[in-house]
């Protein structure tokens, strides 16, 4: 069953610190992944995608990794600011012919406090 | 479009009552998705439409709820006899067929079921 899972659930750091966020998938076979953010009322935003290839991928102080043999990947956040509070999302899409299906992990909750 | 269009951004409604709400996709996506997001909840997919395959419902919570998507375009979903338990943002997203490519959110619709 393809499926995606994040952790933790929510996390609460203080301004400046970093903090990393996991995703682990079974989606297969894989096309790429997403890191979405979403501020409370808000749409999600992409942060980065990447494909089977890539390893690594910044967006100013937000990092995402992807290791396809492990089905794993991360978002790590450097000099958290009180703007990072939000949800964060992973999302993957398979390679299935014509569909490129898309499937949502519940998102990782996190408080940044002053 | 330019984005993914979402209709009303708010609803408030009273329990029992059905509702509409409706989504309009950027032109030329096949690909559209609905999901919901509860207070303090991660997402919960609930139905997704590609072309003209039959739709993945497996999402759906309970039988009173429903989606339509009419010529490949603008997609309704339809919830009936609503619950407070219903109350949540239902957001909409679009992309291309291949890949999940160009994979857009709409702002949303905040339910308040009361």
């Known amino acids: 069953k393809n499926q995606v899972e994040q952790s933790p659930q929510s996390l609460i750091i203080l301004e400046g610190k970093n903090c990393t966020l996991q995703?682990?998938?079974?989606?297969?076979?894989?096309?790429?992944l997403r890191w979405y953010k979403q501020d409370t009322g808000r749409g999600p935003v992409s942060l980065t995608i990447?494909?089977?290839?890539?390893n690594t991928k910044s967006n100013g102080r937000y990092t995402a990794t992807l290791d396809a043999d492990t089905k794993q990947s991360s978002l790590h956040i450097t000099a958290s600011q009180l703007s990072d509070s939000a949800s964060y999302i992973c999302?993957?899409?398979?390679?299935?012919?014509?569909?490129?299906?898309?499937?949502f992990g519940r998102g990782t909750q996190l408080t940044v406090w002053p | 479009g330019a984005g993914v269009s979402q209709s009303p951004s708010n609803k408030v409604t009273e329990k029992g009552k059905d509702v509409e709400l409706r989504c309009d996709p950027i032109s030329g996506h096949t690909a559209l998705y609905w999901y919901r997001q509860s207070l303090g909840q991660g997402l919960e997919f609930l139905i997704y439409?590609?072309?003209?395959?039959?739709?993945?419902k497996s999402g759906l919570p309970s039988d009173r709820f429903s989606a339509e998507r009419t010529g490949g375009s603008v997609s309704t979903l339809t919830i009936q006899r609503t619950q407070q338990e219903d109350s949540a943002v239902y957001l909409c997203a679009s992309s291309f067929s291949t890949g999940g490519y160009g994979y857009t959110f709409g702002s949303g619709t905040r339910l308040t079921v009361v």
């Open positions: 995703c682990n998938y079974t989606v297969s076979p894989f096309s790429n």
């Open positions: 990447m494909t089977f290839s890539e």
């Open positions: 999302v993957v899409s398979d390679r299935g012919s014509t569909l490129g299906r898309l499937y």
């Open positions: 439409f590609q072309g003209n395959s039959a739709p993945d």
